[in-house]
C-alpha cells in the first residue's frame, strides 16, 4: 500500500536526525501533553506527511483510498509522543519548554516551521529578528532545549515506530470502513438534526444511505434512542426502500412518534421492538416540510478523532484543521453523579453544518447529559443572564448555539469565573465549574483557527 511505503520512508528519514540523552525523573504525562501541543510536534509530524502525501497524489503514485489520507489527524500522534518523552524530561524541564513554546518568539519559530512543512516552503533564516534568533539560541543552549531542538527526542525510534504503526492501523481500518466486507462503498449517508421529546429522554431522527454499487438498497430509515433503554446507539423504528426525502417527525407522546411520509411510501420490513413506538400518516409531499438531511460525519467512525487524546485533559486545549475548529476540556467523573466516565465541555464550530447541531454558527455543548437522564442545564456567573441549554438528546447534550455561545466563550476568555448548574431528572442538582485553566493559550489557537472559516 502507498501509503504504508510513504510512512515508512518518512520515518526512516526522520530517524536520522535522532540522538541520545540522559535520563532525568519521569515528567508527569498531563504536563507533557501540554508540551507536545504547545511545541506543536504532532501538528508539524503530520502537516509533513500530508505534505508528501499530497505530492504522491499529485504524480498519481497516492494510495487508492486518498480519502482515507485526510482521516489521519494530528490528535492521533498527541499521546504517543507524550508518553514517549516523559522519561527524558522532568516537570521542571517541561515547564520551562512550555513556557518557551507559548511565548512571542516560540510562537512565531513553531509557526514557520509549520508553515514551511505544510507548504513545502524552502527554510527562512530571516525570519526571526536579531534580538528573536538571540532567545532561541538562549533556549536551545538550556538542557531542555538541547533535547527537544537538537537531540530531537520527539522522533526518537519507539516514538516513530508507534506513530508510523498507529497511523497505518487508522489508514486500513478507513480503507476496511469504506470498502465494507462485501466491497460496497456507502458515499451518500446524511442524518436529520435529532427531535427530541420534552423531558430529554428520547430522540428521533431521519438517516439516508446510499450504496451506488447496489442502488436498489437504498434505504430510508428513522432511528430512535431513549436513556436507561441499555442500547448503546439508536435503532430502527421504521423503514422506506429508497431515499424518502419529505418525511416529517413529530413526539404525540413520551414515546410515541408520528412519522408522516408522502402518499405512497409504506413502511417495509420487519423492525426490532423497542421502547419508541412508530405511529404512521400519510399526506401529498407537497403539504410536508422536508427535513433537511445533513452529512454525518460520524459514519467514518474508526478514524474519527472526537478529540480523543484532547480531551483526556483538565484543561482547556484546541484543535483545529480545514473547516473545523474546537476548544475542549474534560469533566472527571468525580465531579458527574451518577456518571460512569468522565465527560466533556467544548465550543465547536464548522465551515459546513454536519449532524447533530446543523449549523455553522458557534455551539457550546456537554456531553454529561448524553450518558445521565437530564432535565436541565444552565450557565451561571457575571455577564451572563442565566442562561438555560437547549436540550439535543442523547447525541447531541445540551447545547447553546450562535450569540449565546459567543457570550459565554466571550466571558470566559476575559476571565470570568462561570459554572454549569444541572438538574437531572432524579435527583438534587449539582454544579459544574467553569475553570479556565489554560484557556488564555488555547483561546488564541481556536480564534485563529475561527477566522479561516
Not at 501533553?33 to 502537516?47: F, G, N, P, Q, T
Not at 405512497?264 to 421502547?275: F, L, N, Q, Y
Not at 413506538?277 to 467514518?300: E, G, M, T
Request: aromatic letters at 6%.
Amino acid at each position: 500500500m502507498a501509503v504504508s511505503k510513504s510512512m515508512s520512508m518518512l520515518a526512516i528519514a526522520t530517524l536520522g536526525l535522532l540522538a541520545s540523552s540522559g535520563a532525568v525523573a519521569e515528567a508527569s504525562y498531563s504536563e507533557t501533553i501540554r508540551l507536545v501541543r504547545s511545541m506543536r510536534e504532532d501538528e508539524m509530524i503530520m502537516a509533513g506527511l500530508q505534505a508528501k502525501f499530497a505530492q504522491e497524489i499529485k504524480a498519481g503514485n497516492g494510495p487508492q483510498h486518498a480519502s482515507c489520507v485526510a482521516q489521519l489527524k494530528y490528535p492521533m500522534l498527541t499521546g504517543l509522543i507524550a508518553s514517549g518523552i516523559s522519561p527524558r524530561l522532568s516537570d521542571a524541564e517541561v515547564a520551562e519548554a512550555i513556557q518557551f513554546y507559548r511565548s512571542p518568539v516560540g510562537r512565531k519559530f513553531l509557526e514557520r516551521g509549520y508553515q514551511e512543512l505544510a507548504q513545502n516552503l524552502p527554510p527562512d533564516p530571516d525570519h526571526l529578528s536579531t534580538e528573536e534568533k538571540v532567545a532561541l539560541g538562549k533556549f536551545g543552549k538550556r538542557p531542555v532545549g538541547r533535547k527537544l531542538l537538537q537531540d530531537r527526542i520527539t522522533l526518537s525510534e519507539p516514538i516513530m515506530q508507534k506513530a508510523m504503526m498507529r497511523l497505518k492501523m487508522a489508514f486500513d481500518d478507513c480503507v476496511t470502513e469504506i470498502e465494507g466486507i462485501e466491497g460496497v462503498i456507502v458515499t451518500k449517508t446524511c442524518t436529520t438534526a435529532p427531535v427530541v421529546t420534552s423531558d430529554n429522554a428520547c430522540y428521533v431522527e431521519q438517516v439516508l444511505e446510499g450504496y451506488p454499487k447496489r442502488p436498489a438498497e437504498d434505504e430510508t430509515s428513522i432511528r430512535a434512542r431513549c436513556s436507561g433503554d441499555g442500547r448503546g446507539h439508536s435503532y430502527p423504528i421504521a423503514r422506506y426502500q429508497g431515499h424518502v426525502k419529505n418525511i416529517d417527525l413529530r413526539w404525540l407522546d413520551a414515546r410515541t412518534v408520528e412519522v408522516t411520509a408522502p402518499t405512497g411510501a409504506k413502511p417495509v420490513g420487519d423492525v426490532r421492538p423497542g421502547e419508541v413506538r412508530a405511529q404512521f400518516k400519510q399526506l401529498p409531499a407537497a403539504k410536508i416540510k422536508p427535513q433537511q438531511c445533513w452529512n454525518d460525519v460520524s459514519s467514518l467512525h474508526l478514524t474519527r478523532i472526537d478529540m480523543d487524546e484532547l480531551l483526556s485533559q483538565t484543561y482547556w486545549m484546541s484543535y483545529g484543521e480545514a473547516g473545523r475548529c474546537l476548544l475542549s476540556k474534560r469533566i472527571e467523573m468525580a465531579q458527574l453523579p451518577g456518571a460512569n466516565r468522565n465527560s466533556v465541555v467544548q465550543f465547536r464550530r464548522v465551515k459546513s453544518p454536519e449532524y447533530p447541531y446543523a449549523t455553522d454558527q458557534l455551539v457550546f455543548f456537554e456531553t454529561f447529559s448524553t450518558q445521565v437522564n437530564t432535565r436541565s442545564v444552565r450557565v451561571r456567573g457575571a455577564g451572563i443572564d442565566d442562561v438555560e441549554l437547549k436540550p439535543g438528546g442523547r447525541i447531541a447534550g445540551f447545547q447553546l448555539v450562535g450569540a449565546h455561545a459567543e457570550t459565554v466563550l466571550k466571558q470566559l476568555a476575559s476571565g470570568t469565573k462561570l459554572t454549569l448548574e444541572v438538574q437531572p431528572a432524579a435527583g438534587a442538582a449539582f454544579t459544574i465549574p467553569l475553570d479556565t485553566n489554560d484557556l488564555a493559550w488555547a483561546h488564541q489557537d481556536f480564534a485563529t483557527c475561527l477566522n479561516t472559516l
